[in-house]
């Protein structure tokens, strides 16, 4: 989250010097939005797609038959391609959509 990184000026115990680099060297952004549910706010992020064009607008329960669509392509594969090595950590479950 925001305090954990030194350079927000909040945390110094926390130290990231990789991710500080990042920030000094790239783009720091100071605003930013999501969608109010989790799990559209996920979809967005891992397709670049907008919650309602191409994305879900709710959090599906567990019986929904409801996903991302299995043939967009997501951040962590354009990244593989890119070079990088990639590895799935963390709450990223995006549903079971097995048509379209």
Known sequence: ???GLSLH????????????KLARDGILLHNYYVYKFCSPSRAAF???RVPGHGI???????ATEVGVNLKATMLPAMLKRAGYKTH?????????????
Do not use: C
């Open 88 to 100: 799935q950590i963390g709450k990223w479950h995006q549903g079971f959509m097995l048509h379209h």
């Open 56 to 62: 879900w607008e709710i959090n599906p329960g567990d």
């Open 46 to 48: 891992l397709t670049g």
């Open 9 to 20: 000026g909040n945390n110094e115990e926390a130290k990231n010097p990789t991710m500080e």
């Open 1 to 3: 989250g925001w305090n």
